[in-house]
């Protein structure tokens, strides 16, 4: 039996799991380990593990032995209910005051729910997102932590010693919120991963079919807007991809087939948006847009029947570029005005208090979508913490004013080279009906009410106040109940 005193158990070595141990053990922490699997224990003490202080148990009891009291035992396992079963039998073996950790990507009313449960039963449970892949939880990853608040002094130093540091050296981690607000907030990271890595997507094809750039041109291309404004983990990994060749010597990125998979976590921030009334548009076409290429056979059988435009290359090749550049930072900055208003909405839903600013902070290293870009929006928060919208922020608002006629000098480009750009297309639709005092929806309620008598409010009464028409003088008196969907 190993001796009592590892600071924190974790259970659950995959990839993800074993990385965040060894990141632990870099920093001084005793971490006991156990794995359902149980051959996977002694197979990690004795290769990554070796010559560290980790220490492997062979059953759930001998892990909480192996713990200092208030015993910490973190979960690295599938989301679902792999969680609940783990949970099942920890609890038996656990005193009142210690603690829970999820580490995986569990959907966040989970994380509310299990946050309640085990309090009932005196459990401490903590829900946190970790973002950054493998070299982020060996390295540094972003954490993203809520649940019971009371369990945040007992795992802090651990999380915030592992988590990525910023230039100053503040950490990526900090406390998040209530109940599932730590797995909420990576929720609508990975949505906004989505975003950002559909739009990098669209720029690549733009320059690809708009000027015939080759591989070896697209990585000098990313490489130099790596340098600027756009500075961050997806554009660079992107510059390397396009530069990485194949064992015949061409480039990897052309042999790849175009369909591409999803886990979720797009879609639960696309339903969420969806379910607080949130135009969350550009997540939601990054999602239908993984959606549409999976449909690969039936693209191709519909590119022999379906013709486009004649493909014209654009003449002016750097002015091209720059207005595909600035297309893209626009449309990115769409992308986290929409996943910040349903961060907004969903904190007063759910009464969490979330620190906006402070998010962006987590963001800004170790994790996927880390980038140059979060500190301008740490900045706007720092400016006015009650700001309602980044599109209102002096620097944001007055970016898009000066990159507008880029932005849409690319998607007539896109347009008349028949190039499919649902996430730039949609973030300037947003962008053009945020900034409309005037939108057709006045037309629209009043369809709703011909058809349906669901009621209207008038421009010059006082808001709140509801309307019904006899349309056609056949109608009766009698309106619908009001509600939202």
């Known amino acids: 039996m190993p001796n009592e005193g ?29 794995n359902r699997t149980v051959e996977k224990v002694d197979d990690f003490i004795k290769n990554e593990a070796a010559g560290t202080q980790v220490v492997g148990t062979h059953s759930i009891p001998e892990l909480i032995q192996s713990l200092k009291k208030p015993r910490r035992v973190m979960l690295m396992v599938k989301a679902g209910d792999t969680v609940d079963q783990m949970i099942d039998q920890l609890v038996p073996h656990l005193e009142k005051g210690d603690i829970i950790i999820d580490g995986g990507n569990s959907h966040f009313p989970d994380t509310n729910r299990r946050t309640k449960a085990l309090n009932e039963k005196g459990i401490l449970f903590i829900g946190t997102g970790v973002s950054g892949g493998e070299e982020g939880a060996r390295f540094g990853p972003s954490i993203m932590p809520g649940g019971n608040r009371e369990a945040w002094p007992h795992v802090k130093e651990i999380f915030q010693s592992i988590a990525a540091k910023v230039e100053d050296g503040t950490p990526c981690c900090d406390w998040v919120g209530e109940d599932g607000a730590g797995h909420y907030v990576k929720m609508v990271h990975n949505g906004i991963e989505y975003g950002d890595m559909q739009l990098i997507c669209e720029a690549y ?18 490489a130099e807007w790596n340098r600027g404004e756009l500075d961050s983990f997806l554009i660079e990994i992107t ?22 998979g999803q886990k979720g976590t797009g879609k639960w921030t696309a339903i969420s948006a969806l379910d607080l009334g949130t135009p969350v548009t550009l997540i939601g076409e990054a999602v239908f847009a993984r959606c549409l290429s999976a449909l690969k056979d039936e693209r191709v059988a519909a590119s022999k029947v379906l013709s486009g435009p004649t493909q014209v290359k654009a003449e002016d090749r750097d002015r091209f570029i720059e207005d595909v550049r600035r297309a893209l930072y626009c449309s990115k900055l769409i992308s986290y005005a929409q996943g910040y208003m349903l ?33 301008k929006i740490k900045e706007a928060y720092d400016r006015n913490p009650k700001l309602l919208n980044l599109l209102l922020d002096g620097f944001f608002s007055k970016l898009l004013n000066d990159y507008q006629a880029s932005w849409r000098s690319a998607l007539v480009h896109a347009i008349n ?13 947003f962008y053009d009906g945020y900034r409309t005092e005037r939108l057709p929806a006045n037309l629209l309620q009043a369809q709703r009410d011909f058809f349906g008598a669901h009621t209207y409010e008038r421009v010059d009464k006082p808001r709140g106040r509801f309307f019904h028409t006899n349309w056609t003088g056949r109608g009766g008196r009698v309106s619908s109940g009001s509600y939202n969907a």
Not at 239 to 260: N, R, V, Y
Request: proline content about 3%.
């Open 205 to 222: 094809q733009l320059l690809r079919e708009g000027l015939g750039l080759d591989a070896g041109q697209l990585h000098e291309v990313f």
């Open 6 to 34: 590892c600071d924190i158990g974790l259970i659950g070595l995959a990839v993800m799991g074993q990385n965040l141990v060894l990141n632990m053990n870099d920093h001084g922490y005793r971490v006991a380990v156990f």
């Open 417 to 429: 080279l028949g190039v499919p750009t649902p996430a730039f297309s949609t973030a300037l639709s």
């Open 343 to 375: 961060l907004r909405e969903a904190a007063k839903e759910q009464g969490w208090n979330l620190n906006l600013g402070g998010i962006a902070l987590m963001w800004r290293g170790g994790c996927i979508i880390r980038s140059r870009f979060l500190g």
């Open 239 to 260: 510059s390397e991809i396009f530069s990485k060749k194949d064992e015949d010597g061409q480039p990897l990125i052309d042999k790849i087939l175009d369909t591409a």
